[in-house]
Structure formats: C-alpha cells, structure tokens
C-alpha cells in the first residue's frame, strides 16, 4: 500500500516553513514502513479527478478530514489504515478539505470521513497533525514503541 497525504489549496503551492519541515519529517518517518507522499491540489475537484484516473487494480481508499467527521483515537485510526491495507487497497489518500469544507460530492465519494476533534485547523496545521497520525498508525500496526506513553 502506499499513502498520499494530500492538501485542497488553490492559494498556496503546499506546505512550507517548520510546518513544512515536520511534514516531510513524519512522511519520511512513514516511509520507512510504506511509501508516502504528500500534494497539495489546487481544487476539490483535481483531487477527484486524480483518484478517479489513479491506475491500480483497486480504486483508492478516500479518507476525509472534516470538523464533521467521526473522531478517532490514534490505535482507531491504526485500525482504519490497516484495514485498507488488509483489504488489498493499494493507494490510501488522506485528504485535509478545503477551507469551505467538501461538496455533497466529494463527502458522498469518502469511504471515511474523520476529524482531528471540532476545531477548526490552517491546512499546514492540518497536514502536520495527520502526517504525525498517519506515522504514528504504521507504528501501532507494527508493533513500534513509537506511540507507547505519547
């Protein structure tokens, strides 16, 4: 399986600055265990557009985050990230929404929808906490002592 960390800005390029550096650090520390990656799309809809034209023998897990979404524990969303790769599922793409939330569309399109509680985040924020958690799920599956006492 291999992971997509992925932002909606039209306004910014992506992540940079000490946020930017803890991205790549907690994508790096990801990799160690599956490939991950991170992109900033420029709408909604390209995010769409990319997992729609994303070429695998199965379709990618769409995992959504939204002040909305069921909030999960770090060992739940251990949980969520093994069973798509359990499930075979070859690209997982969490993605952090835009700032005027996702459409009927693309929520209708989520397998899962999950919230870092019922604040409200800046995307660079946003993808640092969910990189830290995408990390910190491959440690639980793998038995690390990583998430131990955090």
């Known amino acids: ?22 991205l790549t650090l907690y994508l790096g520390r990801s ?3 599956v490939p991950s ?5 420029g709408s909604e ?10 070429n695998s023998r199965t379709r990618p897990w769409l995992l959504l985050t939204d002040s909305q979404g069921q909030q999960l524990t770090s060992p739940e969303i251990a949980k969520v990230v093994g069973s ?4 075979g599922t070859q690209l997982l793409i969490l993605a952090i929404g835009p700032a005027d939330g996702w459409s009927p ?5 989520a397998d899962q929808i999950i919230a870092f509680g019922r604040i409200t985040l800046p995307h660079e924020l946003a993808a640092v906490v969910a990189a830290e958690q995408l990390y910190r ?3 639980i599956r793998a038995g690390h002592p990583y998430h131990s006492g955090h």
Request: net charge positive; no cysteine; charged share 25%.
């Open 1 to 22: 399986m291999k992971l997509l960390l992925s932002t909606i800005s039209g306004r910014r390029a992506g992540v940079s600055g000490p946020a930017g550096d803890l």
């Open 37 to 41: 990656t991170y992109r900033n799309f």
């Open 137 to 139: 799920a491959l440690t």
């Open 105 to 109: 569309t693309a929520l209708s399109r």
């Open 45 to 54: 809809k390209e995010l769409l557009v990319y997992a729609d034209a994303v």
């Open 31 to 33: 990799t160690r265990f």
């Open 84 to 87: 798509a790769e359990d499930n």
